[in-house]
């Protein structure tokens, strides 16, 4: 049975099994092809999907264990995108370089996306089940562009994908789509210009809840590094939130645990669902059930407790797989414990 109140989930992605990719990296290789590895990532989805229940979690995801990575994972299945000849480009802001495909041509849908793991975890749980995609920002952040020569327009163009797999994920019984949006916290002024406009391009049409994710990164050295800089005090959500707030968005996923946000900028996002991050996935140091409700207590001076969604500060893909599955087992009996403490 899924719990009322503080409904417990992931920011999305999970470690992926040794026998289906290379483990800890974040561009991981895969250790099969064709028929054997479409077995494989449902057999990892599977078992996440156990895992995750076990553990107690009740909004449950497919671990992202079907995509090599969170956004060329879905670029995979657009056309009009050149994987063949990638150019290294400097991303969030030049933060690290990547090797990034190139848009070509007019962009276009190949087929469904995430039909089969959607599908696949609504066919095996009873629970909530929610599907992550890359937000249009971080999307256009994350290639580069020899076609459209707008980014505006180029966002706008992924936005109308999104919504056309969004809808289709609607139909498959998906309960919450989640965008992802980590450049949010990049370029500020672009969220007020026109990333609000995209993201709700992304959900048009949408009667199930939907959600962005906006955070400071996986633990990688390039993360942690540009975190060092951001000084003592982590304000780029003060300057998000209240367009957020504003926005048609129901549900919104922030880094808490560890990080050197102010807890009082929650109180910007009033009206909306709050996925709090008591989870730190920047450290392998598995937090105990006191200190994930303490975390949730502290939350509760600014996210009225409906409105509360224990979660992780962001995705554990590049995580060795019992930490994560030790830290998801921290974010249930923390909540459970939440719930004792803070039951009306
Ligand atoms: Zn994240």
């Not at 079907?66 to 933060?95: C, T, W, Y």
């Not at 600014?302 to 830290?327: E, Q, S």
Request: glycine share 6%; hydrophobic share 45%.
């Amino acid at each position: 049975m899924s719990n009322a109140l503080f409904p417990t989930s992931i920011a999305g992605s999970l470690p992926k099994p040794a026998w289906l990719s290379e483990t800890n990296v974040l561009w991981p290789q895969w250790r099969a092809e064709g028929d054997e590895l479409a077995s494989a990532k449902r057999d990892a989805t599977l078992l996440w999907i156990k895992e995750q229940e076990d553990a107690g979690v009740d909004i449950l995801t497919d671990g992202e264990q079907s995509r090599q990575h969170f956004v060329h994972g879905f670029l995979a299945f657009v056309e009009g995108i050149d994987f063949d000849h990638k150019v290294k480009m400097g991303i969030r802001n030049n933060r690290y370089d990547a090797m990034v495909p190139v848009v070509t041509g007019p962009l276009k849908l190949k087929g469904r996306v995430h039909q089969t793991e959607a599908r696949l975890m609504r066919a095996h749980t009873d629970r909530k089940v929610k599907i992550t995609m890359p937000g249009p920002m971080t999307i256009i952040d994350t290639l580069s562009d020899n076609y459209y020569g707008d980014k505006q327009k180029l966002a706008m163009a992924f936005a109308a994908l999104l919504n056309q797999e969004a809808r289709a994920l609607q139909a498959d019984g998906v309960d919450i789509i989640q965008f992802d949006e980590p450049a949010f916290n990049v370029y500020m002024d672009d969220v007020k210009r026109w990333g609000i406009d995209a993201l709700h391009r992304c959900i048009e049409g949408l009667v199930c809840k939907t959600a962005v994710h906006i955070c400071y990164g996986y633990g990688i050295k390039a993360n942690l590094d540009w975190k060092a800089t951001l000084g003592g005090e982590w304000r780029q959500y003060e300057e998000i939130f209240p367009a957020l707030a504003a926005s048609k968005i129901d549900q919104i996923s922030l880094e808490c645990m560890n990080a050197k946000v102010p807890m009082h900028l929650m109180a910007l996002l009033k009206g909306k669902t709050v996925m709090v991050g008591v989870i730190d996935v920047a450290s392998d140091v598995v937090e105990t059930a006191e200190q994930v409700a303490a975390t949730i207590g502290k939350a509760l001076e600014f996210v009225p407790r409906d409105k509360l969604i224990p979660c992780t500060n962001c995705g554990m893909a590049p995580m060795d797989r019992d930490i994560a599955r030790a830290k998801l087992c921290a974010l249930g009996a923390g909540a459970r414990l939440a719930r004792a403490l803070y039951a009306a």
